[in-house]
Nanobody
Framework: QVQLVESGGGLVQAGGSLRLSCAKS????????MAWFRQSPGKEREFVAV????????RYADSVKGRFTMSRDNSKNTVYLQMNSLKPEDTAVYYC???????????????WGQGTQVTVSS
């Protein structure tokens, strides 16, 4: 069984920063691709970023490229999402996910966290 627990969400003004964390327990962390998705009310879950098991390959959605940075610390079984220059349109529930591929589609991921709310005020 794999469990993912996100933390670090909150309320921030536009232009501010937040760092999200996702701690994984259960099966070996290092074998999974880890991703961040987000979902706003009335919208589908949207890809944000994904990193390979070693962390040497990372991809981002165009909407966050240059502002968000994803990283992982395999010694701590944790992935991070550093979010800078936040915009009101970044407001969403952010989910951590684990799966076997470096994918950008939610259905490719087997395990999900409960989500953490990020609210960016204008």
């Amino acid at each position: 069984q794999v469990q993912l627990v996100e933390s670090g969400g909150g309320l921030v003004q536009a232009g501010g920063s937040l760092r999200l964390s996702c701690a994984k327990s259960g099966r070996t962390f290092i074998t999974y691709h880890m991703a961040w998705f987000r979902q706003s009310p009335g919208k589908e879950r949207e890809f944000v970023a994904v990193t390979s098991p070693s962390g040497d390959s990372t991809r981002y959605a165009d909407s966050v490229k240059g502002r968000f940075t994803m990283s992982r610390d395999n010694s701590k079984n944790t992935v991070y999402l550093q979010m800078n220059s936040l915009k009101p349109e970044d407001t969403a529930v952010y989910y951590c996910a684990a799966g076997p591929y470096l994918g950008q589609v939610a259905s490719q991921y087997h395990y999900w966290g409960q989500g953490t709310q990020v609210t960016v005020s204008s």
